[in-house]
Structures are given as structure tokens and as C-alpha cells.
């Protein structure tokens, strides 16, 4: 075993002592064993000081070993503030310890105590802010002194992903309680997910004493843990963390790198207690733990906590503590027993029988730190005269360890977040929690039960209910009668000297709390964001209780009245990575993706889709795309448009409907032809555009934006459950391939493969909507002038979108007919100034600044966005979307290049952005679009570019379209 302070007679649950682990803290070596945490392996070798705290930069070591605590954060070197307790040990590991100046050992700031009466609770709200000016210069100072830890924001992200998991019952907890519920339900047919924060499934049972001979635990865990790890109903997640309660038990499950989100038709939580420690001075010298900190070190880590100990409680656990230390060759100096009748008479008998001392009445007032206050190195002993008060004289006991324990407090924040309330009865410091959700069960300590046999009924018995509302069939266990008291009334020992912690994480003390209620906060969350207590990494665990008790007894009130503060998720800390997840792209394929890269397109990301940009090298684009689209203006060539949105309208409303959605005027368009369509949000921002084809009175096909469909079809989906109008609303997006044959010889491509239609232009004129068959398949035909020339949208069953391509590629064989890419598609588009949604516009484009006064109609009452549309286009313009020209020998501005108000300031304002550029072999220009000022329209004025390397073009606003003005190109013969 490796370290000084191992036992030498324990295996130790969690580690693997044949298996050597290397690790360096503060830069010296130390060595542990597989499955140490960072702290049980420090104090293995005797190293207690792992941190200084958050205000005074005093000494901290562990208190629970179970991370619910802020004194064990360290640094590693790609990431602050770890839990030592929960962070296991690995080769060559790194760490460091957190909030010093200079170094851990001898920290220049451990001074700050002496100047605790300069910093009195709240000192920071009722400072700094006069005389006027002052904080300017406390500001730079304040920040260095405050944080945890640093971030290496040069460190390698690492995988984080998300799983979903479905369940009929989710039993959080997997001590006995947890594990009695998980295996009743399991073998009533239930599919059972147990999720526990440790490594391996036992809860209490890995580390509690729960009688006199030491055998119960163990015993019980071995049965218990047997069963369900071989149930075939049962799922256990380990070192996972449910991190919250949402509605309907949705439940965020945190195991290392994965987010598990997980819904469960029932939920049982059994969550456990937090120990709570004792107030008196000097509670937080090193060495002074939870009792159940010293009894994790023993069973789950093999580890000696100390040599002589003192043991300080409030009920009987301590003294089975003090048997377990006594067993692991730890002297036991004292039992200290707050309590004036002491424990019961068995375990006084088995105490004493192994020479054990136990002083009842008395605690401990103040814990007496080592010479460089570094570790424990005795108490004070006082025999207690009331509540709170003690004896004035007392009794020195030589100690390097205090074990305390004053009671519990339920593990209550998922159920608070599930809106149970929790509730505290004074006279038998009892808790309680009521108001839970029908679908949610509590079992165990957290229902305020302490006996063994007791809380594994209670699994059974919340097992019970689950199962009754699944409707499974089941037996209600035998009726639960506990009686055991865990909680001290008042273990609070205010010491006229101060350092009484009662917020560990904050450095505050009991006189904190009271004084915070006698400036006026009376109420305890006006109290917690005062003081700050509860807002520490710990989130209240240890001082929620304390805190509550302070306040009720300063302002006459019972700690029920006083209540805790809110519980919110999530349970611990969360990486943003486990919420963001894997760096997940996903992607969609066309049906014909296999022939473009067979025909050796480059292909970039369209939404969710692949897409062709162009088919050649990206070191010869700007060449392939001007070669592509000299092709289309000059011949014929064919894209993929797959990636359209394709929406259908069908029912009685269908005309009204669409109507209401788009700016255009639709409830007389013709059956047969198609009609661009805008649409607006409620702000009167553009945010799609389409083509509607009306086939029927009834019936509309509408296409969106490749990125935008599913938005359009959510806002179609959204605005029809007010409206109840006669339609059904579909997404057959995937359900479609299309592709587009433009250019002045793509009614010859088409004629060749499409017989049982008229393509001529009489009867299939300009904005025309078509339906046929090319070798058997129905065809839908949209005539559309988007790159601006004669052209046809072929939209066809996803299913023989590859066959169809191959029959039109063939077709145009005859044509020199090539495919085209979506860069080249755009350029030719830019040529006939036609906008694309979310390119050229923003997040405040309205129809006004995009010169799309025409497609809204003035004569119809309603469509989305009419009155706000209205409104902003009345306003005075800031601003307008134009056309520009440049030379082509000009340096061509990019996408995002800014516009300037003057090229002769250089401190001038920003008046718009370049939405596209690009250089037209047909136009012998760079031309693009930009929002310029409003003062900067006019056709013929020049307005700056700041382009690469600083430079400024001057771009001349040109009338649009720059390519056809007359539309002549659509009626090629």
C-alpha cells in the first residue's frame, strides 16, 4: 500500500492497491493507487493542506471526502477548481492548490484574518462606491484577489457528447434505499434506471457503521448489490450525477464526458443526507472533518485519517464512528456527546468496553491549529450550559483529528426543484418534505429516516407507489416505524473571538449571519445575497441549516417560518461542454451526391445539407465558377436544387391561408402558375422567401430557403393552432429532389425526356406551374428565372432523383450540357440583383431596405407582420440594400467587408456591410450588393469599402438587375 498513512489490514472499496499511481502536488512527488482521488492520496502521505480559502486565505483540507465541499479545490493544468475528494489520481498528474500569494505553504495573504473587523458582512455593498471615482482605482486590486484558479485558454477541447435514456422508473441514489426500490420495481417487470455520483453502487453501505459489531453494512451491500448488478431489468449508471428535476421527470444525468437526458415515467429519489458540521472556532482548521469524511477515508481508500482523535456529536453515529476508528487504530481520546442524555445504554456498553471516554453535555468550543496553523493539534473542551452557551473554563485535549456531526440535512434540491416544500419541526429537529409530484417518490434518509431496516422499507414501500402507478402488479411492504433522532438542537457555539465558520466556502461566521438580520435582512434570500451565504461552490450543503437556525433565533421566528434558500439546478457544477455537447454537424445527402462527386464537385455545407459549390479544384475556383456560368448564359447547364424546402398546403383554407402567411396577394393567383412569396415575422423582418404554385383551388406546393424550411414550417404550424383554419400543412422537403435546367437551350434538354407536356412559351409561359412524366415518373415543373434565363425547377419523388439526373445528363449530352455549382449559382443569381434570405439580409431587413415593395400586397387586410411592416418602413431610413460596381482591375471586396460614411476620415462611421461580391466574366466587373447609408442610395453616387489589408475601393450604386434588365432572356424561343 502507498503512503504513510495507509491501513494496512484494508483493501479499501474504491482502490486498486497493486496498481502504483505517480502525481506531483506543488511541484513535489507523491504516489498513490488506482482509484484515489487526488485528497485521499495527499492525506495518505500526510498531506492535509490542500487549498487556502475564499476570503481570508486560510488553511483548508478536506471536511465530507464526498465533494461537497469547496476546501478541497485545486488546480490541475488544463482546468480550475477540481474537487480533490472527487477526482481521481492519474500517472504523471499535475496539481496544484488554488487561492495563494506566493505559495501554498506560506501564503503572503493568510495575514487578511487579522483584518476581518475591516470586513464585515456586506462590507463590499456599503465600500467602494464613495468618494465618486474610488472604485477605479479599488478595481484592480479587488479583481487580482478574487477567482479560483486560472483556465488555460490555449487547452485542446476535449469529446463531450449527449445520449438519451428511457425508463419506467429512475431511482436516483443507489444506497439502501435506492437499491431496495431498484430491485422491488425491477422484479415487478419495471425497466429500472439507478444512477449514483460513486464509483461503485452502495451509498452508505460503502463506508456507515450501523451496529455495535460492524457486519450489518457490509452484509447488506454484498446481498443488495449482487442482485441488481445481475438484474436484467435493472441499468446503473456509476459517477454519474442527476443534475436536476425538470417537468414531467426529465432528467439531466452527468457521467464524465456524456450527458444522459433522461425520461422516466416514474422517479424515486433517494438522495441521501448531508452530514452537517458543528460552529465553533476554528472549525475549519485542517483535521477537522465530518465524521463520515473520516469513515470514507477508512473503508473506501484504506487510509488512517489520524492517530488520535477526538469524536464531536450529536446523536449516535459518532459513536459508531468512534468504534470504526478505534477498530482502524486510531486512538480515541474523547467522545464528546452534546447531548445530555447520551447514546443508547448498547452503545455506551460497547464504547466503554474498549476503554473508550465519552463526556455528555459538553462540545467543542474552540479547535486549537498546530503552530503553523496548518493542522490540528488539540480542542477545547466545554461543557455546555445552554442552548448555544458554554461553561467558561475548559479543558484542553490533545488531538491530530475531530470527527463531528450534529445531525443530517435531507439531500433536498431535486425535490425542491420538483416543488416539493421542505419543512423543519423545531421541537424534534425533524425534516420533512411534502408537496412532491405525483410521478416522484422519495425513500430513505432524505424522507427523514435513519434506521437501516427502515430506509431499505421505504425503498421498498416508494417502489410500491411507482409500481401502482405504472400499473404493475405489487405488494405494499409492512408499515415503517423509526424513531431514531439524528439532529442536535442547537449545535452552534458563537465564540466571542470569531472564525466560527458557518459558510466554509465564504469565510463567514455566525456573527455574519446575526448581523446581516440586524441591518435589516431579515428575510433569509435577502440575507444569502447579502452576506453571500449558500453561494460558494458547496451551494449551501453545510450552511443552509446554521444559516436558517441564525435567523430564525435573531428574528423570533422558527426555521420553518425562516425556511432555506431556493434550490435551482443544476445539483453541482456543469462543464459547458456536457451542455453543448459533441461538435456535431449533421448532414444531409441529396440522392444524386453520389454522381457530384463522381463528377468532381468541391462540396461545402448548405444548411444541413451537402451541396456542390462547383465541380473542379478549389485552387481554380474563381476560374470554374466563371467557366460555369459563361455556360448557362451561353447554352444550358443543370444544378441540383434538392436542398429546396418544399411545404404543401392542402384543404379548403389553403388559399386563405397562404394569404395570411406571405406578404403577396394569393387568393386569386391562378391555378397553374407560381408566385413569389415573402415572408415576414411579427417584427416585419424578412426571414424566407419562396415560390408558391398553386396545382389546385386547394391545394399549394410552396418552397423555402434550404436553411429556413423548418423554421417556416414551425411558423406555419404555430400561427394555424390560432387561426383553426380547414388546412393540412406538410414538409415534404425530403420527400422531393429537384433540379433546375437553365440557359437558353433548356427547353431543347427538356423536350427530349418530357413529351406529355407543352413547353413552348404559350403554353407554358414565364412563372408557369406544369405536371408530367419523364420515362414514367411524375414530374412537378416549375418555369423560374433565378440565375436569369430560360429555366425549368424539375421537381420529382426523392426516389428517382440519381435516375432522373443520369436521364438529363444524358439529354444534354447532345447540348454540352454540365452540371453547375451553388457558387456559380449565386453568382448568376447576383447578375439579376435577386436576393438570398439570410446573405443579404439580417436580423432587421425589412421588405422597405430591400426594395421588395412590390411583392406586398396593400389591398389584402392581413398577413404576418403587416402592421409592424408598416411601421418600420414608414420610419426614417437608415439605411438600403444597393447595387454596386467596381472595376475589374479593383480589388474585389468580400462578403462582410464594411462600408464607410467617408474615405477621408479615418475615424469615420460604419454605414453598412457587402452582403455578396463577386467578379462577373459577363458583366467584365466586380460587382456585388451592400447596405449602405441611406445618404449613400443614390444610382451613380460612389460610397468606401474597406476591403483586406486596410485598403478603400470606391464602389460605384448601380441601377439592378445588372444582367437583362427587360427579362428578355426568360422568352427565348
Not at 487556502?52 to 464526498?66: E, N, V, W
Not at 451542455?579 to 444524386?592: D, L, Q, S
Not at 475556383?621 to 434538392?642: K, P
Amino acid at each position: 500500500m502507498r503512503g504513510y498513512n495507509r491501513l494496512p489490514n484494508s483493501a479499501g472499496l474504491f482502490i486498486n492497491p497493486a496498481k502504483p499511481v505517480n502525481f506531483t502536488f506543488e511541484g513535489k512527488t507523491y504516489q498513490g493507487v488506482e482509484g484515489d482521488t487526488i485528497a485521499s492520496a495527499l492525506i495518505a502521505n500526510d498531506q492535509w493542506l490542500m487549498s487556502r480559502s475564499f476570503k481570508y486565505h486560510r488553511p483548508r483540507a478536506p471536511l465530507t471526502m464526498a465533494g461537497q465541499d469547496a476546501n478541497t479545490l485545486v488546480q490541475l493544468e488544463n482546468e480550475p477548481n477540481v474537487l480533490a475528494d472527487r477526482s481521481c489520481i492519474v500517472d504523471n498528474m499535475n496539481v496544484l492548490g488554488q487561492n495563494y500569494n506566493g505559495s501554498l505553504e506560506h501564503d503572503k495573504d493568510d495575514k487578511l484574518g487579522y483584518a476581518g473587523r475591516f470586513m464585515p458582512v456586506g462590507f463590499y455593498y456599503r465600500a467602494f462606491y464613495k468618494p465618486k471615482g474610488v472604485w477605479d482605482k479599488w478595481e484592480p486590486f479587488i479583481r487580482k484577489k478574487a477567482g479560483l484558479g486560472y483556465a488555460d485558454l490555449s487547452f485542446t477541447p476535449t469529446y463531450h457528447d449527449k445520449a438519451y435514456l428511457f425508463c419506467d422508473l429512475a431511482v436516483i441514489g443507489a444506497g439502501p434505499a435506492g437499491l431496495a426500490a431498484a430491485l422491488k420495481a425491477a422484479d415487478a417487470g419495471a425497466n429500472v434506471l439507478l444512477i449514483d455520483e460513486n464509483p461503485i453502487i452502495g451509498g452508505a453501505l460503502t463506508y456507515h457503521r450501523f451496529d455495535i459489531a460492524g457486519k450489518k453494512a457490509q452484509s447488506l451491500r454484498e446481498e443488495l448489490t449482487e442482485k441488481v448488478l445481475n438484474h436484467v431489468n435493472i441499468q446503473t449508471l456509476t459517477s454519474a450525477t442527476c443534475n436536476a428535476w425538470f417537468a414531467d421527470n426529465y432528467l439531466p444525468v452527468i457521467q464524465g464526458n456524456r450527458m444522459y437526458k433522461v425520461r422516466a415515467k416514474q422517479c424515486v429519489i433517494a438522495s441521501g443526507a448531508f452530514e452537517q458540521h458543528v460552529v465553533f472556532r476554528n472549525n475549519d482548521v485542517p483535521g477537522v472533518v465530518m465524521s463520515s469524511a473520516a469513515m470514507r477515508l477508512m473503508s473506501q481508500y484504506a487510509v488512517k485519517p489520524g492517530n488520535k482523535a477526538v469524536v464531536l456529536t450529536g446523536n449516535d453515529d459518532g459513536y459508531y464512528c468512534a468504534l470504526e476508528l478505534a477498530k482502524n487504530g486510531v486512538e480515541v481520546a474523547l467522545i464528546l456527546d452534546m447531548r445530555k442524555e447520551g447514546a443508547s445504554p448498547e452503545l455506551q456498553s460497547a464504547v466503554a468496553s474498549i476503554g473508550l471516554e465519552v463526556r455528555l453535555n459538553s462540545t467543542v468550543y474552540e479547535a486549537l491549529p498546530s503552530s503553523d496553523k496548518k493542522h490540528l493539534s488539540g480542542v477545547m473542551v466545554h461543557d455546555i450550559n445552554g442552548k448555544g452557551s458554554v461553561s467558561q473554563k475548559g479543558v484542553k485535549v490533545d488531538c491530530d483529528l475531530l470527527c463531528m456531526s450534529s445531525g443530517y440535512m435531507p439531500v433536498y434540491q431535486l425535490l425542491c426543484q420538483a416543488g416539493a416544500k421542505l419543512s423543519y419541526n423545531d421541537d424534534s429537529a425533524l425534516f420533512s418534505l411534502t408537496n412532491l409530484p405525483d410521478n416522484c417518490q422519495i425513500a430513505g434518509s432524505v424522507n427523514g429516516l435513519h434506521d437501516l431496516d427502515a430506509v431499505v422499507r421505504d425503498g421498498e414501500l416508494a417502489a410500491h407507489y411507482s409500481l401502482l402507478s405504472l400499473g404493475l402488479e405489487t405488494t405494499e411492504p409492512q408499515p415503517i416505524n423509526c424513531n431514531v433522532k439524528t439532529n442536535f438542537e442547537w449545535p452552534i457555539f458563537k465564540h466571542p473571538k470569531g472564525k466560527d465558520f458557518v459558510d466554509f466556502d465564504e469565510d463567514l461566521q455566525a456573527k455574519d449571519i446575526v448581523n446581516a438580520t440586524r441591518l435589516g435582512y431579515r428575510d433569509i434570500q435577502l440575507v444569502k445575497r447579502f452576506s453571500t451565504v449558500g453561494m460558494g461552490p458547496s451551494q449551501g450543503r453545510h450552511s443552509a441549516l446554521p444559516t436558517a437556525r441564525l435567523v430564525a433565533d435573531a428574528t423570533n421566528r422558527t426555521v420553518t417560518e425562516t425556511g432555506v434558500t431556493t434550490a435551482r439546478p443544476p445539483f453541482v457544477p456543469e462543464k459547458l461542454a456536457n451542455i453543448a455537447g459533441r461538435i456535431f454537424n449533421p448532414h444531409k445527402y441529396t440522392p444524386m451526391h453520389k454522381r457530384h462527386l463522381e463528377l468532381g464537385a468541391h462540396m461545402i455545407p448548405a444548411g444541413v445539407w451537402r451541396r456542390p459549390a462547383y465541380y473542379g479544384s478549389p485552387a481554380e475556383r474563381d476560374d470554374v465558377i466563371q467557366r460555369e456560368s459563361v455556360m448557362v448564359r451561353n447554352a444550358v447547364g443543370m444544378i441540383d436544387v434538392s436542398t429546396l424546402g418544399g411545404l404543401e398546403v392542402r384543404g379548403p383554407d389553403a388559399a386563405e391561408f397562404v394569404n395570411r402567411i406571405y406578404t403577396f396577394a394569393f387568393l386569386k393567383q391562378p391555378v397553374g402558375k407560381t408566385r413569389y412569396a415573402v415572408l415576414t415575422n411579427e417584427q416585419g423582418v424578412v426571414i424566407d422567401d419562396g415560390v408558391a404554385c398553386r396545382i389546385e383551388d386547394d391545394h399549394y406546393y410552396i418552397t423555402a430557403t434550404t436553411s429556413g424550411v423548418d423554421a417556416v414550417y414551425r411558423e406555419m404550424t404555430k400561427w394555424n393552432a390560432q387561426w383553426r383554419l380547414d388546412v393540412d400543412i406538410a414538409n415534404v422537403t425530403s420527400a422531393f429532389s429537384a433540379v433546375n435546367v437553365a440557359g437558353p437551350l433548356s427547353r431543347k434538354v427538356l423536350e427530349k425526356v418530357c413529351s406529355d407536356v407543352d413547353l413552348s412559351n404559350e403554353a407554358f409561359p414565364y412563372l408557369g406551374y406544369r405536371e408530367g412524366t419523364i420515362q414514367g415518373v411524375p414530374v412537378r415543373l416549375l418555369r423560374v428565372g433565378f440565375v436569369g434565363e430560360l429555366g425549368y425547377e424539375i421537381h420529382m419523388p426523392s426516389l428517382f432523383g440519381e435516375t432522373l439526373w443520369d436521364l438529363l445528363m444524358e439529354a444534354g449530352k447532345e447540348f454540352n450540357m454540365k452540371p453547375f455549382g451553388v457558387e456559380t449559382q449565386r453568382l448568376l443569381r447576383l447578375e439579376k440583383g435577386h436576393i438570398i434570405v439570410s446573405q443579404d439580409t439580417d436580423g432587421m431587413s425589412h421588405p422597405g431596405e430591400l426594395s421588395l415593395d412590390w411583392a406586398i400586397s396593400r389591398k389584402k387586410p392581413f398577413f404576418i407582420g403587416n402592421r409592424s411592416v408598416d411601421i418600420v418602413m414608414a420610419r426614417e431610413q437608415t439605411r438600403k440594400l444597393v447595387g454596386f460596381k467596381l472595376d475589374a482591375k479593383s480589388s474585389c471586396p468580400k462578403e462582410g467587408h464594411i462600408v464607410l460614411a467617408s474615405n477621408s476620415q479615418l475615424d469615420c462611421a460604419i454605414t453598412g456591410n457587402v452582403t455578396s461580391s463577386e467578379f462577373s466574366t459577363t458583366i467584365n466587373a466586380n460587382i456585388g450588393m451592400a447596405f449602405v447609408g441611406i445618404n449613400q442610395q443614390e444610382v451613380g453616387s460612389k460610397f468606401p469599402i474597406r476591403v483586406d489589408n486596410g485598403e478603400l475601393v470606391m464602389a460605384e450604386v448601380v441601377p439592378l438587375p445588372f444582367y437583362d434588365v427587360d427579362n428578355a432572356r426568360q422568352e427565348v424561343l
